[in-house]
């Protein structure tokens, strides 16, 4: 692959609660930026894979598939997101079962969350990053927990071996940068992979003001409310491989791992034809 970077976070439009990025104009992007290879990973479900598989396809771009999952703490009280993968037809078949038992068996509060158990024998062909600071190993990291950190990758690590990475992110949000320097300690403490993303949610840094009010209408508040959550930055946009490929020049590793993970994801759809259950 040319390009020295790879988009594996991304939400579209079909990521209900905090997306605007619109299929098209995000191929196009790509196509524009030399990146042979791009990730959707809506929130929760797969509404836009077709649509994406098919225009990437079009476009000679290789189409990523997957999605943000919700996973529950070890108590149950709470839950971290984190990004799932799909490399070949196990993966994207481990992936719709759990976002099926998700919304049948894992409602929380309204909302579809995976237990944790599920995720012992559910993996198959699955890669998983981490979430970074807002994933389980890195409230952990933030909080100076390190034993729990520790605890929690050797869960992840049980479950994927090889197939989970941690993820660095740099998009100006509370706890971006001091996630990153811990968890690249623990990264090499836990012979883990790293793995740079920018958690994309729209495409320019002038959609910010846009994508703020879509993520108000959701929480049913206004954009003035001082009270409100600001869980996004202005940098959560399309950056080129070449912006972040500065932004990580202390850590190639991370860059050149997202287009390992894009060599690694294989998934091939079969489109347009009658599938009937079998009896």
């Known amino acids: 692959m040319a390009s020295g970077f790879i988009h594996l976070n991304v939400h ?13 104009p995000l191929i196009q992007a790509a196509v524009a930026q030399g990146m042979p290879a791009v990730a959707v990973t809506d929130q929760g479900n797969l509404f836009g894979m077709v649509k994406f598989y098919e225009a990437a396809l079009k476009a000679g771009i290789k ?63 699955l890669i998983v990053l981490s979430g970074g600071a807002r994933g389980d190993v ?23 071996g090889d197939r989970y990475y941690l993820e660095l992110q740099r998009t100006g949000r509370p706890g971006d940068e001091s996630h990153v320097h811990a968890a690249v300690a623990l990264a ?3 012979s883990c992979p790293v793995v740079a993303t920018n958690a994309v ?34 940098a959560q946009h399309l950056r080129s491989p070449a912006e972040m490929m500065e932004l990580f020049a202390d850590l190639p590793e991370a860059i050149e791992n997202t287009v390992a993970i894009a060599r690694r994801c294989n998934l091939s759809l079969t489109l347009d034809q009658n599938a009937l259950p079998d009896l």
């Open 138 to 160: 890195g409230e952990a990291l933030l909080a100076g927990d390190e034993a729990l950190a520790r605890e929690r990758l050797a869960f992840w690590q049980g479950c994927l």
């Open 201 to 234: 949610r729209f495409l320019e840094p002038d959609d910010f003001e846009a994508h703020e009010a879509r993520v108000c209408i959701h929480q049913g508040r206004i954009l003035h409310d001082e009270q409100r959550p600001r869980d996004y930055a202005q």
């Open 63 to 125: 189409p990523l598939i997957g999605a943000d999952l919700r996973i529950a703490s070890e108590d149950g009280s709470r839950h971290h997101i984190l990004s799932f993968l799909c490399m070949n037809d196990a993966g994207y078949g481990a992936l719709t079962r759990l976002i099926t038992a998700s919304y049948l068996d894992g409602q929380a509060q309204g909302v579809p969350v995976v237990e944790r158990a599920w995720l012992n024998e559910g993996t198959d062909g």
């Open 188 to 190: 090499g403490e836990a």
């Open 12 to 24: 579209t439009e079909f990521s209900l609660i905090d997306g605007t990025v619109r299929v098209k």
